[in-house]
């Protein structure tokens, strides 16, 4: 059966077609066979990719490079790297434009596959430059690709450190407002605490029923006052009251016999 992904004009060794799916690239991989080198790599992956968009690169003994898409291989091997060069100056300015933490998520999300990616690309090929010593081309792409993988995995531990900063401080300022919101709180319950009795004292007072009281001296309003106040000062220290630290014993786990 013919393999769909080898261009027809290509005259491989039928050990080295073997080596290949029949329609899909698999891992990013230097396949090397009777002299002959077959590079599979792969198009940088988006967040969303489910399967990889791979690409051929063949040389023969005699060294001129055959690329699968068509045009020389040399140019091809080279635009090949050059997409993914292009592509990590767009995610560093992505990176210094971010400004919260759902663009950081999303860069994330992005960087993860690029850099497994270009990992497997440098590590094809290194495979490739360690086979075939001789080829300069392969030293600069090689070199080329470690410069790739490199940045990228620094621009996601940068992104990672920056999302997880970010996150720390959203919690501490989260922790903040929530330390202030407990003591405006605490300010209330002690207001209200010293001014409930009074008030309740003064509306059973104020109520339209023939009591006398409004007959008598100031004293008994004095009197109503001055106990609604204690009661508000009693009520306000119960309040405040702290309850008893519980002894230094409490939680430990008990002593084995």
């Known amino acids: 059966m013919q393999n769909m992904i080898i261009p027809p004009t290509w005259n491989l060794p039928e050990v080295l077609r073997a080596r290949l799916g029949q329609s899909t690239y698999g891992r990013q991989r230097a396949l090397i066979e009777e002299g002959h080198l077959l590079l599979v790599l792969h198009r940088p992956p988006g ?25 020389p291989g040399p140019g091809g091997l080279k ?12 995610l560093v300015a992505d990176y210094e434009a971010a400004d919260s933490t759902t663009a950081l998520f999303s860069l994330i999300e992005t960087l993860t596959p690029l850099v497994r990616s270009a990992r497997n690309q440098h590590a094809a090929l290194q495979a ?10 392969l030293v600069e792409l090689r070199d080329q690709a470690y410069e790739i993988e490199r940045n990228l995995d620094l621009l996601l531990e940068d992104a990672r450190n920056a999302l997880n900063y970010r996150t720390a401080r959203d919690g501490e300022e989260q922790a903040r407002l929530g330390r202030e919101a407990l003591r405006a709180s605490h300010r209330l319950n002690v207001v209200a605490a010293l001014t ?13 029923v023939a009591h006398g009281l409004p007959l008598s001296g100031p004293v008994i309003f004095w009197s109503v006052f001055g106990a609604g106040l204690g009661l508000g000062v009693l009520m306000k220290a119960w309040v405040l009251a702290r309850e ?7 939680g430990k786990p008990p002593v084995s016999a």
């Open 47 to 71: 967040p969303d990719d489910a399967r990889r968009d791979g690409v051929l690169f063949w040389r023969p003994p005699g060294g001129e490079w055959q690329f699968s898409r068509g045009g």
């Open 79 to 90: 635009r090949q790297l050059q997409t993914y060069a292009e592509l990590e100056a767009k």
């Open 128 to 137: 490739a430059r360690e086979a075939f010593k001789g080829d300069a081309l």
């Open 196 to 208: 409930l009795p009074l008030t309740a004292v003064t509306s059973v007072f104020g109520m339209n």
């Open 244 to 250: 008893p630290a519980a002894p230094l014993s409490a």
